[in-house]
Each structure stands twice: as C-alpha cells, then as structure tokens.
C-alpha cells in the first residue's frame, strides 16, 4: 500500500478555509455572543489589513468581501 502526502501548500490551504469556515460560523450563528464578536472582529481586521489577512491570502479569498456579506447577514 503507498502513502500519498500531500504537499504543504494544499495542507495549508485546507487550513485557512477551516479557520475562515470556523470563523463564519462563530459570526454568524455563535454559541454566545462574546464569540460572535471576537469572530466579527476577526473579519473586520482582516478587510482592514491586519495580520487576519493572512488567512485569505493563503485560501485566496478578499477579506472585504466576505466581511460585507457577514455584516449584511448580521446586519451589525
């Protein structure tokens, strides 16, 4: 039997969109509501540029974007 290891920049990619998808979920349907605004704070410094960025760089996906459609929905 052969064992196939990924290479790392899909390991990492698989990472980022298990944050981002975390992430999404605490803001938008969260256990308590400290989490959902630690989650919203974690999409607004990312669209602003922090080091959250980091995260959608490696998923490729616009911070911005995804932040726009988490206050829509939240409507916060």
């Known amino acids: 039997m ?3 290891i990924p290479d790392s920049d899909f390991v990492y990619r698989r990472l980022a969109f298990a944050v981002l998808v975390r992430a999404a979920l605490d803001a938008l349907k969260p256990f308590n509501s400290a989490l959902q605004r630690d989650a919203q ?3 607004r410094r990312a669209a602003e540029g922090g080091p959250e960025r980091a995260w959608f760089a490696i998923a490729g996906i616009q911070p911005q974007k995804l932040y726009a459609e988490i ?3 939240c409507e916060c």
């Open 2 to 4: 052969e064992i196939t």
């Open 71 to 73: 206050r829509r929905r």
């Open 41 to 43: 704070e974690f999409f």
